[in-house]
């Protein structure tokens, strides 16, 4: 994890936010987006915002070096937010819609030859109704994972 603030500041890296803002808490990977994008000083990494991550997701994540997935989960061990390095492995049970994290490495290394240094950021939801805005409980487990994130990434030397 010590070079997980790099991503937050480097040309070569993604940051991919993934859900559903207009679904309460699932909108987390989005507000993770939103807030980089309002810091001062925005990180050098490309920001997108998907959905649910397509077969065509493995394309675009193999043309960088590091790829941070920002996802909401409803794991009850996962307190505030937690950070993992997603190994690939193809999912036979994957639909034409929706892959996961491991099935689109996977895809990536074998459709394109290439796979990037892969973590998952996932903070905590709580709520999942047809509703805008995140719970209070999700805003502050976003706080936390931004607040390590930040701290991290001011850290981490900006190669010029």
């Excluded at 505030?80 to 049970?93: K, N, T």
């Excluded at 487990?141 to 850290?155: E, Q, W």
Aim: charged share 25%.
């Amino acid at each position: 994890m010590n070079r997980l603030g790099e991503a937050l500041d480097r040309p070569d890296c993604l940051i991919y936010g993934i859900g559903n803002a207009g679904r309460e808490d699932d909108g987390l990977g989005w507000a993770f987006i939103d807030r980089l994008e309002g810091w001062p000083h925005k990180p050098r990494a490309c920001l997108r915002r998907t959905y649910q991550l397509n077969l065509e997701d493995a394309d675009l994540i193999s043309r960088y070096a590091q790829v941070l997935f920002v996802d909401a989960t409803k794991d009850p061990a996962v307190e505030s937010f937690a950070v993992s390095r997603p190994e690939p492995e193809l999912d036979f049970s994957f639909t034409s819609h929706a892959m996961s994290v491991p099935t689109i490495l996977a895809t990536a290394r074998q459709c394109f030859e290439r796979l990037p240094d892969a973590y998952l950021l996932a903070i905590r939801g709580y709520q999942w109704e047809l509703r805008q805005g995140l719970t209070r409980a999700a805003e502050r487990n976003l706080d936390s994972a931004l607040s390590v994130l930040a701290l991290r990434a001011a850290r981490s030397p900006h190669p010029d």
